[in-house]
């Protein structure tokens, strides 16, 4: 009797551990903290070890299927506000440096206009070297030889930190320090489309998840 006793209250004390189910929602509410802090690896590992381990608790692994679009709303709209933060610091990077040029536009007969140094400003006759930027970005340097001028938007790299081209062997110090500005402003141009792609790419994310949970929660 007591040998029978002793198993009744044994096994009693099993069956009053947590069950399964409490097992996989435990689960399901630590990867809800770990998405609310911004830990999007940890909740989505939580997530997996959950489908993983509980593979029969179906109501909890529906909840999971739709706490994982949450997820990646959210994960996506947490990406979407630091690429537009880092484009909003990149345009006012370029802003500056545009400062430093002018800018030489023809109303008249030009829709695109250049920005150049300030040294270089104006006249050009007098010059056989000269690096620019256009309004879009893209940089050329003019070589001009017996009233001849020869247009260069391919730039070989010389320096580990990619700001120097190849120049005339004529060319002057001035006119190095023209193409390394002017490099760096059209690398600016080049940040600031890159980081719009971005933008862009991080809203489409935001918008399908959007629709997705908008159609879930109409069925």
């Known amino acids: 009797m007591k040998k029978f006793l002793l198993t009744v209250f044994s096994a009693a004390l099993l069956s009053c551990g947590p069950s399964s189910t409490e097992k996989a929602n435990d689960l399901l509410n630590e990867a809800r903290t770990a998405m609310n802090q911004n830990r999007y690896e940890d909740a989505y590992q939580l997530i997996d070890s959950l489908r993983r381990t509980y593979p029969k608790e179906i109501e909890c ?20 506000a630091k690429a537009d ?11 500056d440096m545009k400062k430093k040029f002018v800018l030489e536009k023809d109303e008249k007969y030009q829709s695109v206009g250049n920005y150049v140094v300030a040294s270089q400003a104006g006249s050009k006759t007098h010059l056989k070297f000269f690096a620019e930027v ?8 003019v070589s001009i030889d017996a009233n001849r001028k ?14 120097s081209a190849l120049l005339p062997p004529d060319a002057t110090g001035e006119d190095a320090l023209a193409v390394e500005q002017c490099y760096q402003l ?21 918008r399908f998840f959007e629709t997705k949970i908008e159609r879930t929660q109409k069925e």
């Open 134 to 141: 256009n309004e879009e970005g893209t940089m050329q340097i």
């Open 61 to 80: 692994r529906k909840a999971a299927l739709i706490f994982s679009d949450s997820l990646q709303l959210q994960e996506a709209k947490f990406a979407f």
């Open 85 to 95: 933060s880092a484009l909003t610091f990149k345009r006012l990077d370029l802003e």
């Open 150 to 163: 020869y247009h260069f938007t391919q730039i070989a790299i010389g320096d580990a930190r990619g700001s």
């Open 186 to 206: 059209a690398k600016l141009f080049a940040d600031v489309k890159e980081q719009q792609k971005e933008v862009e790419k991080q809203m489409m994310k935001v």
